[in-house]
């Protein structure tokens, strides 16, 4: 996986919002990586600005636009005082989401980077269609920004299914946070277990079956922490029995973790994680930054 070397923070220049822009512009410092602000001026909203006038507004338009313009570089003023980081601005009128990935791939970025909340294109971002529509549309990376960026991250929760992409997602967790101490998280049901115990299976012949399921799983664990590289003093290996979505968001408290990244699609329990409820809810109710990375078809 190539370093990361640019980074996009979309913004609505929102209050909110300024927390993903905080951390975007933490992360570039820490990485010696290029940082661009964007702001996209929604060309509908001007549409319905022009109906309502009834008028030649080129002139209003263009002290939007100016005004805009200066928010946007006073922000990249304040990234500078604050984080010591240099950041270009980007300033266009479109459709927010085109806009968006197409400056990412202008840019050929590493890493996008969003508020979960803020005001207009950022307000649903969560609880609506905007980050399934964004994940959609770009396969770069999506941090999804929660907390105010304070320091770097110090304890990452990397959610494991032992598929190329599990382990690609913790490739990149290493990029992101180098410095923070990593847990790595897999959780694992018995197939079919509600059904053999319907079915009359003995408890004690389930509990059997959780043992070796779980044996299996501590080794694969171990193989994975041998052949990535990981840092002995600075990993957590954590193997529990129960439902994914559960067990991760259990963990990410217990383990004080100010950051999950997960992969886009894998297999077993993370299978679909985009298209399924696993993501929804982490991202719905995780208190740390959510990371969402991609993996192209082999």
Do not use: W
């Amino acid at each position: 996986m190539n370093a990361i070397r640019t980074l996009v923070a979309p913004t609505d220049l929102s209050a909110l919002a300024r927390h993903a822009v905080a951390r975007a512009a933490l992360l570039a410092a820490e990485l010696h990586a290029r940082l661009s602000l964007q702001h996209v001026v929604n060309a509908g909203a001007l549409d319905a600005l022009r109906h309502l006038l009834d008028a030649d507004t080129s002139g209003m338009q263009q002290k939007l636009l100016d005004g805009v313009r200066a928010d946007l570089e006073a922000l990249a003023s304040d990234m500078q005082s604050r984080h010591r980081v240099s950041a270009d601005v980007h300033l266009s009128v479109g459709g927010v989401l085109g806009e968006i990935v197409e400056h990412a791939d202008a840019l050929d970025a590493d890493l996008l980077v969003m508020g979960a909340r803020g005001a207009g294109f950022m307000r649903e971002l969560l609880v609506g269609s905007t980050t399934e529509r964004v994940l959609r549309k770009t396969a770069r990376p999506l941090l999804v920004v929660k907390q105010i960026a304070h320091e770097p991250y110090r304890r990452v929760l990397v959610p494991v299914d032992f598929s190329p992409r599990s382990l690609d997602a913790l490739a990149l967790a290493r990029q992101v946070a180098p410095q923070a101490e990593l847990v790595l998280l897999h959780a694992f049901e018995v197939p079919f277990e509600g059904k053999l115990r319907y079915a009359g299976v003995e408890e004690h012949a389930l509990s059997s079956l959780r043992v070796s399921a779980r044996r299996e799983a501590v080794a694969q664990m171990n193989e994975l922490v041998t052949r990535t590289g990981v840092d002995e003093n600075r990993v957590r290996r954590i193997v529990v029995h129960g439902e994914a979505t559960t067990q991760v968001l259990e963990q990410e408290q217990e383990q004080d973790c100010d950051l999950i990244v997960i992969g886009k699609r894998g297999h077993g329990l993370f299978g679909e994680l985009l298209l399924g409820s696993v993501t929804k809810h982490i991202l719905a109710r995780s208190t740390a930054d959510v990371l969402v990375c991609d993996r192209k078809p082999d």
